[in-house]
């Protein structure tokens, strides 16, 4: 795609639907609580899957073509990007919040958006080249004969059911659909409770907050044997096969660790095949390590931030604290395992001088092998409230970010997703197909 020779022009919705470009502003980008200038190599297309938001009782801030001034588009609401997985954004749309009744925004990323030659435009990089949840590659009939099949194979299956009826059919998860279809990373959620209180959290939302949680947690703790009926044959028969516990549509697996510690050991007594990775707020080292003592292959920690004060602001945790998550990263180091983090990204908090100073302290105290740069999908003015920060430190841009973590940590993989074994112990590039 050749580089944009100016900035694209801002959009606005009429509030029925309809988004228009104004081309008397050139969009800008958000990063913390002020507006920037976006430098012209950093738009890309909108990739597909990317949707497009209207932001209601928010006025759009830009540049003047005429004046070079920064003001607000009176002609409409505010408009915003959702970019589709593999992308990171490096800007958030920047916005004014004028309607005192604006709702609170749901969990969704709000990345800049702009309109240049009849074509959607987004700051952002492709930080991942595997191809597992591009929308394009979900056959719905070959997920409709996977979803018989698995349900017929395994009738009395409550974790089974609740990937086909809630996962797949309700919530679309990327995951279970890819179990359907019988290949790559099969979710294996387990835990109904959390000892975590994420402001944004996806699986449950307290009822005084006007948004709501994505996904409903799951109701049940699955037993072993029903974990193990399920994942054995996906490792067996998948291409590139991974079995992930920790879901968004449950609480924290830690706190099933017996439980899968089970599943683990028996899983391991009929194949060796595929990786088993845990996604987890990392709160529980020492369960970690019977997890790899089992037979844990890698580890992928939320966080937003490497940073404690930050971190407890935000996962308001009951009865752990920051450095259980450090030490959780550096058991599965112990054991020789992959650990990653899953590293929501929020221009302002994740550039800023602090922030890179406490990442590169993490990667060297854990021998960090991961980050998997993911997009922080909540409203940025209800977050930066929700945690008390009025004004974010020196930025340095996210993309200058990953520049500089790169460039000292070059053994560091970024990308975001977990990688199959085939990644972690052989060719980290291969490439992947359909
Ligand atoms: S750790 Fe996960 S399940 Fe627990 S509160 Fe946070 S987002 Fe929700």
Known sequence: MAQLQQSPYLMYSDGEGNIFEDETLYAVGRAGWDAFPIPTEDWILLPTGGNLYELPGRRGIGIDVQTGEMRLCEKGWAVAAFIPPAHTGLFMAAYETVDPEAPTLPLFCYTAAGWHNNEFYVPAVRIEKDIRQECGGFEQEQIDNGLGKFLEAYPHNR??????????????????????????????????????????????????????????????????????????????????????????????????????????????????????????????????????????????????????????????????????????LKVVRKYGGWASINYFVFPGMTDTVEEYEALRKLIQDTDLTMIQWRNFNIDPDWYLGKIGIVETGELMGVKQLQELIHEEFPDVKFGYYNPPIERINGDYDLHFAH
């Not at 089974?160 to 309700?170: R, S």
């Not at 599943?263 to 997890?291: F, Q, Y």
């Open 159 to 328: 974790l089974v059911k609740h990937l086909a009826e809630n996962c797949c059919n309700t919530y679309h998860c990327p995951a279970a659909r890819n179990y359907f279809m019988g290949r790559w990373e099969c979710p294996v959620p387990s835990s109904p409770a959390c000892n975590a209180n994420c402001i944004g959290c996806i699986s449950f939302q307290p009822q005084e907050e006007e948004i709501v949680s994505t996904q409903d947690r799951l109701t049940f703790k699955p037993t072993a044997e029903e974990i193990i009926e399920f994942t054995v044959p996906h490792l067996e028969s998948a291409p590139f096969p991974i079995v992930s516990f920790g879901q968004g549509c449950e609480g924290e697996p830690l706190l099933m660790w017996e439980t899968i510690r089970k599943s683990i050991l028996e899983i391991r007594k009929h194949t060796s095949k595929g990786s088993i990775n845990i996604n987890t707020n990392g709160s529980k080292p020492a369960a970690v390590d019977a997890l790899c003592q089992a037979g844990l292959n890698s580890i992928r920690v939320s966080t937003n931030s490497a940073q404690k004060h930050i971190y407890e602001a935000y996962y308001r945790p009951n009865n752990y604290e920051f450095e259980d998550i450090v030490e959780s």
